[in-house]
Structure formats: C-alpha cells, structure tokens
C-alpha cells in the first residue's frame, strides 16, 4: 500500500502482565469468551499505559487506530469500564496526534476518533463539525494535508458510520459515493476510484456497517454474498489480495458483517472459527483469552508450552477479532456495564479447555444475537470456559521482522498486510516519528485498515 510502512514487531507478555490479566476482577467459572478476550486487551492497555504502541526502527509508537479498535472492542462486551475511560482521556490527549491539527485533518482518523468519543459519551460537536467540513461535492470525505489526500474506502465508512451515530441526516451524495466502490462481485475496494476494481474482505465488511446503518440493504446483500464466497469450510474468512489465507481478523469483522445481511449461518461459522483460535487454560496465563491471528499462529504458540508469550499478533489480532463474539456494529457499540473483567478460572481444571482444529464443529456453535457491531463479534452466551487453548499441532511459525522506509502523512488506513500477517502501520512524516493507523486494523499478522 502506499506511503505505508511495515512493521512486524513482537512483544514479549511479562509476569507485571500475566499478573494483572489475572486480577483485572474476580474469576469465575462461567467466564465467556468475550469476557475473556476483554480481559486480555484490558491486561494489554493496562500495562501499556493505557494505550497500544508499534515497533519500528527499535523503537516504540503510540498505534491511535489499534487503541481505539481496542477500546470499542471491549467495550462492545460490557465490561472493562474504569479501562475504557482511562484509554478514552489519553486518546483526548493525544488526538491531534492522530487525525490532525490545525489545517492538517485526516477524515478517516478523525471520523474514528468520533466514534470512540460517542461510545464513550465524551464530546464529539467540535470534531463532527470538521468532520463534516471534509464532505466534498462529489461525497468524498478527504484528507486535507500537505501530503496530499489519502482517504479510503474505510475511512468513507467511518466517516458515515459517526454521522449516523450522531443523530443526524447522512448526506445521500456521501453514502452514495461509497456505494459507488462497490465491485461487480459484490465487494468493496479499498482506493477510492481505483481504475481497477478489487474486492477486499476487510473493507466490505466496514462497507456494509455503513451502509447497513444507513439503509442501502441492496448494496448490503451483495457485499454479504462476495463476504461468503471468501469464507472457507472452517468459517473462517480470507483477508483479500494481501492476506488470502483465512485469519481471525477477517472473520471478526464478517461475522459482524453477516449479521447485519441477515446471513446467521455465516456469521455463526465465522464465530466458531474464532473461538477456535481463543488461548485458553493449557496456555501461559498472560496468553488466556487471546486470539491468535490463524491457525499455524495458535498451533506454534501450543507448540511453545510454557515458553509461548504474547507479541504483537495477538495484541493487534485481538480486538477486531473479539467482534464475532459480540456481534455488536460500532453504529451501536456504547461502554458501559462492569468497570472490570472476569479473567479465565483456571484453578480448578487448567486442561479443561477443548482441543482446536480447523473445524468449527469444534466449539459450541455461538448464540444467536440480533446486536451487531463492526468490530465483529457475537456476544457469547456459553456458560463455561470453552475458549481453545489446547491444540495437537505440533507445526511452528516463525514472525519476519522487516520494515520499509517511506515518507507520508498519517495515512488513513490500517492496512492491508502482507501474506504472512504482518501489520501495515502509515507514519506520521513531517512532525514526528508518531504512527497513524485507522484501526481497520493493521494486525501484526492479523488485518485492520482504518
């Protein structure tokens, strides 16, 4: 992608880490998987600093767009509160950083920013109205930038998704220019206007929050239909052109995608598929309730034992990813419920957890839920801690380290990443070594683009 670095970084989970994903509130042996996800990205902004970071150069980042992909997936589950609101005023006070300031605004930056200031009930009029300013007459919301304009797909569908949540009329020429990127198969391309029109996954799920939430139930359909033909027999979902093979981020974000379609049989087997690749009991503690970003990624972490810690994969993973166990789109997404987290109860039997397999026959099928979100994830209503940990692969993977060197505005996207998983993370040129990705959520390996 252009004007876009790579970054595939690890990060090592430490005791101070495994430590406070245990005790972010009292377990319990009725932990569900969104709670347990939740535990682990609370455990991760915690120890953080309440925020998420990326590698490059040796040195670390704050990463805007995986914050907020983080804050809303927790709060998509109800719980993580006192975390949320901890990450919420950071994101206020780092903002500019992030979508612009003074006569440098990035629309796909800050139309996320609303979103999370509108789920966590913090003042979003200032930025709406910026936001809106950057509609041109064609529909397009664009960066203004010294840099030039590189607004995407994505970002168009954040930019609706924070009109609609406001309350407000949504200009038709803007949902119209989104529809306008929709592919003949049915999927969404990620350039706007690109002469070539290729389908992604990733960028037709945030397509269709969108346009779900603003009534195009045409344009809805046929996304829904290509997200199926990319779905694979163990529910899992290919990223697109840069990541084809099935990985949890992708389906997160379909299975939310589906549910808004009306397609409950796709977005069940994209919920399986995730909970497949859930660490559970048999995992070292700082690893429970994490997703990993595939199946040859969660087998090598087994295959680790003890010696398997948390890295950057499953931090970036993690969040898109715990959407399909919500289900909840970011139109509706608000924090609230519990201002802690139930970690795994994993003291009275720590092999408990089911062993994985590419099949989504392999967990309980999820619970029905009519409440969707972007970050794709279906709450889960199982009463036990059914979230894999243990696997019989003994297959390893390893993680490139590899970077290239551009120069560029915080470009409004998270992604894609390479075939491997590695995250695509646009820099902030010109004013600093900050990093700008929109969230759709740049995972090292694993896919966000935002």
């Known amino acids: 992608m252009t004007l876009l670095t790579t970054a595939r970084a690890g990060f090592a989970g430490t005791a101070t880490l495994a430590a406070f994903a245990l005790a972010v509130a009292p377990a319990h042996a009725a932990t569900t998987p969104d709670d347990a996800a939740s535990a682990f990205v609370v455990g991760q902004l915690a120890a953080k600093g309440n925020y998420l970071n990326a590698e490059f150069g040796g040195e670390s980042y704050p990463d805007y767009g995986l914050t907020i992909d983080a804050l809303l997936g927790v709060a998509g589950t109800g719980t993580g509160t006192a975390q949320i609101s901890k990450t919420a005023d950071w994101l206020v006070a780092n903002g500019t950083s992030y979508y612009g300031a003074g006569s440098e605004a990035y629309a796909g930056s800050l139309a996320k920013q609303v979103v999370m200031l509108q789920a966590t009930g913090r003042p979003?009029?200032?930025?709406?109205t910026k936001l809106r300013s950057m509609q041109t007459a064609a529909g397009r919301f664009s960066?203004?930038?010294?840099?030039?304009?590189?607004?995407?797909?994505?970002?168009?569908?954040?930019?609706?998704?924070?009109?609609?949540?406001?309350g407000e009329t949504v200009p038709t020429k803007a949902i119209d220019f989104l529809v306008a990127q929709q592919c003949a198969d049915g999927g969404f391309r990620l350039e706007l206007g690109a002469a070539k029109c290729t389908s992604d996954s990733d960028v037709t799920s945030f397509a269709v929050q969108a346009l779900a939430a603003n009534g195009r139930t045409t344009a809805v359909s046929k996304a829904a239909g290509y997200l199926a033909t990319q779905q694979v027999?163990?529910?899992g979902v290919r990223g697109g052109t840069s990541t084809e093979s099935p990985n949890s981020n992708s389906a997160g974000l379909a299975a939310v995608a589906f549910t808004l379609a009306g397609r409950t049989d796709n977005a069940a087997k994209a919920t399986a598929f995730v909970k497949t690749l859930q660490f559970g009991c048999s995992a070292p503690a700082a690893l429970r309730g994490a997703i990993a970003y595939d199946k040859p990624a969660f087998d090598a972490k087994i295959a680790a034992g003890s010696r398997a810690v948390v890295t950057d994969q499953e931090t970036r993973a993690t969040p898109?990813?715990?959407?399909?166990?919500?289900?909840?789109?970011?139109?509706?997404?608000?924090?609230?419920?519990?201002?802690?987290?139930?970690?795994?109860?994993?003291?009275?039997?720590?092999?408990?957890?089911?062993?994985?397999?590419?099949?989504?026959?392999?967990?309980?099928?999820?619970?029905?839920s009519t409440s969707t979100t972007t970050s794709t994830t279906t709450s889960s209503t199982t009463s036990s801690t059914t979230t894999t940990s243990a696997?019989?692969?003994?297959?390893?993977?390893?993680?490139s380290s590899t970077t290239s060197i551009v120069t560029g505005p915080p470009v409004v996207t998270d992604g894609p990443t390479s075939s491997d998983g590695g995250a695509d993370l646009g820099v902030l040129a010109g004013?600093?070594?900050f990093f700008a990705s929109i969230g759709a959520g740049a995972v090292a390996h694993g896919r966000r683009r935002r």
């Open 233 to 235: 027999a163990s529910g």
């Open 143 to 166: 960066d203004k930038s010294e840099y030039g304009d590189y607004s995407n797909t994505i970002g168009q569908s954040w930019a609706l998704i924070a009109l609609k949540r406001s």
């Open 320 to 368: 898109q990813a715990m959407l399909a166990l919500t289900l909840t789109p970011y139109v509706r997404t608000i924090a609230g419920g519990s201002a802690g987290v139930a970690a795994l109860d994993c003291g009275t039997n720590p092999t408990s957890s089911p062993t994985a397999t590419a099949s989504p026959s392999s967990t309980s099928s999820p619970s029905s």
């Open 431 to 433: 004013v600093g070594a």
């Open 391 to 399: 696997g019989t692969a003994t297959t390893s993977s390893t993680m």
């Open 124 to 128: 979003s009029g200032a930025l709406l």
